[in-house]
């Protein structure tokens, strides 16, 4: 199975903005039929943040980040990337990347369970308030 690279958290300030990156290991391909951001703030349940469908281009975004964030791929890359804009402190998480257990465009996008070896590091994304 492919391996993943998130990166591109850190510290920003509420209303910030920061790009996260998810890039597939050297020789490795994203090759799966879709995949998502997914993060789990402290006390809380992993959750699907935003997907995408590699052949359709359909997405999917929970309700806290449409209109904020934008899922996005480049293939030539092998990267996917998350665009959040007015960033809250109510975004705080680690963020990961993997293809979801459950898609449907628009409609849900579920992360697969804890200890799938899917799973890697994740960026970690702190907004101060």
């Known amino acids: 199975q492919v391996q993943l690279v998130e990166s591109g958290g850190g510290l920003v300030q509420a209303g910030g903005s920061l790009r996260l990156s998810c890039a597939a290991a050297p020789g490795d391909t994203l090759d799966d039929f879709s995949i998502g951001w997914f993060r789990q703030a402290p006390g809380k349940e992993r959750e699907g943040v935003a997907c995408?469908?590699?052949?359709?281009?359909?997405?999917y975004y929970t309700d806290s980040v449409k209109g904020r964030f934008t899922i996005s791929t480049d293939n030539a890359k092998n990267t996917m990337y998350l665009q959040m804009n007015g960033l809250t402190p109510e975004d705080t998480a680690p963020y990961y990347c993997?293809?979801?257990?459950?898609?449907?465009?628009?409609?849900?996008?579920?992360?697969?369970?804890?200890?799938?070896?899917?799973w890697g590091q994740g960026t970690q994304v702190t907004v101060a308030s």
């Open positions: 995408i469908s590699l052949t359709s281009g359909e997405t």
């Open positions: 993997a293809p979801p257990r459950e898609f449907f465009p628009f409609s849900r996008c579920v992360p697969r369970l804890p200890l799938d070896n899917y």
